[in-house]
């Protein structure tokens, strides 16, 4: 029973809570739910399969099964195939439409989901079945600007970590900082930010519609 009780107390708090942050972000502007302007970019998720026997090279590099040591290049229709499929595969996190855009030193994000698939970190995964559904189902539009950095490893052995560094975050037309993604989403946001990399991965370099990643 007192297990019971512990159980509605903290869904009461977090039905309370996401409330109260559901009101501020309306109270903050109604641009939440507005379109931001939007370029479509042709992609295929075929394309994932190519930028997948790229990637693969840097598997072999760091076992020593290749002595290449010149740059790997993603295209940018590569990168937005990969990074749909991630988005999809790891944070369960569907955006359609969906277009990723590389320009020097930075990609920006941009696509279309549901308000209830941002809602997956606690306390909000668990008060969603006790929300009115009309509102989950609402679409809304994130934009997400930032760059990805390594924190290397040793070649053959320990691996490293690749990051992305969100610089700036929006909820349809309103730039709303880069915590609240991080709060909604919960432990499947971290997922998608930090992951296991290549000892042999020295850097990721984000150019004009590619993606040059250098291996030692």
């Known amino acids: 029973m007192k297990l019971g009780c512990a159980g509605c107390l903290m869904l009461i708090v977090g039905v309370i809570f996401l409330l109260v942050v559901g009101g501020a972000f309306v109270f903050l502007s109604g641009n939440i739910f507005e379109p931001p302007p939007f370029e479509p970019f042709e992609w295929s998720r ?12 840097i598997v072999q590099r760091d076992a020593g099964q290749s002595s290449r040591q010149d740059s790997i290049i993603l295209t940018e229709r590569e990168v937005n195939a990969l990074a749909a499929q991630y988005l999809a595969q790891t944070g369960n996190l569907r955006l359609e439409p969906f277009a990723v855009r590389l320009r020097p030193g930075q990609f920006v994000l941009k696509g279309r989901t549901t308000l209830g698939s941002l809602l997956q970190g606690p306390p909000f995964a668990q008060a969603r079945p006790y929300l009115p559904q009309a509102p989950l189902a609402r ?22 970590i690749g990051r992305v560094v969100v610089t700036e975050f929006s909820l349809g037309q309103q730039p709303v900082g880069t915590w609240p993604f991080s709060i909604v989403m919960g432990p499947a946001g971290a997922k998608l930010f930090r992951w296991p990399v290549p000892g042999t991965l020295r850097d990721v370099e984000i150019e004009d519609r590619r993606v040059a990643i250098r291996t030692r």
């Open 46 to 57: 075929g394309d994932a399969f190519g930028a997948q026997s790229k990637l693969y090279e």
């Open 139 to 160: 679409p809304i539009w994130i934009t997400a600007t930032g760059y990805i950095a390594i924190d290397q490893g040793a070649p053959g052995g320990n691996p490293g």
